[in-house]
T-cell receptor, first 116, second 114 residues
């Protein structure tokens, strides 16, 4: 079993829709949760970052972490065609010493297409 | 502020050859991590360097190696290339490799092994 599971989709929505992207994780030591966006043939771009449980909002994006159920979510409001990309969730305990330095554990990525 | 720079962007190699990829981190960042991305396995951690020392390593064979220089620039090397090594190789930099909100990726190096 992978430590971070993510439905690869693909997910196709009309412009203006609310998008919900989700991941589950199994490692209880995970404390830091990130969402990256990756456009075709580009490197991942850090989108949102959350520490421990709770919500974080940035413009049209909301990241949510529920540590009790080991569930990570990213919501995109008023989705735009420019949001079409692969979305990757990632996590790391960072406080676990040497085995965590610089290492992010990623989900498989969800391919999102927002059509006009 | 310049981002993470990786060279070369694209390269084609033959089975059995070796390849060296280069990464220049964001100015002031001392931690450099390398990842391999493939359609089947997704993004997988290769190793992390900080102040010229490898601090962390993923589950890859010894054919994959790396190093970091005193200016924090890093290189990774893959020897005796196999077809399965075809992938996007990504470099990520951060100030110390210990903060989730400061890990930034480069555009990657696309390696094709034929």
């Amino acid at each position: 079993q992978k430590e971070v599971e993510q439905d690869p989709g693909p997910l196709s929505v009309p412009e203006g829709a609310i998008v919900s992207l989700n991941c589950t994780y199994s490692n209880s030591a995970f404390q830091y949760f990130m969402w990256y966006r990756q456009y075709s043939r580009k490197g991942p771009e850090l989108l949102m970052y959350t520490y421990s449980s709770g919500n974080k909002e940035d413009g049209r994006f909301t990241a949510q972490v529920d540590k009790s159920s080991k569930y990570i979510s990213l919501f995109i409001r008023d989705s735009q065609p420019s949001d079409s990309a692969t979305y990757l969730c990632a996590s790391n305990p960072f406080n676990a010493g040497g085995t965590s330095y610089g290492k992010l554990t990623f989900g498989q990525g969800t391919i999102l297409t927002v059509h006009p | 502020k310049a981002g993470v720079t990786q060279t070369p962007r694209y390269l084609i190699k033959t089975r059995g050859q070796q390849v060296t990829l280069s990464c220049s981190p964001i100015s002031g960042h001392r931690s450099v991590s390398w990842y391999q991305q493939t359609p089947g396995q997704g993004l997988q951690f290769l190793f992390e360097y900080f102040s010229e020392t490898q601090r962390n390593k993923g589950n890859f064979p010894g054919r994959f190696s790396g190093r970091q220089f005193s200016n924090s620039r890093s290189e990774m090397n893959v020897s005796t290339l196999e077809l399965g090594d075809s992938a996007l190789y990504l470099c990520a930099s951060s100030p110390d490799g210990r903060s989730g909100n400061t890990i930034y990726f480069g555009e990657g190096s696309w390696l094709t092994v034929v």
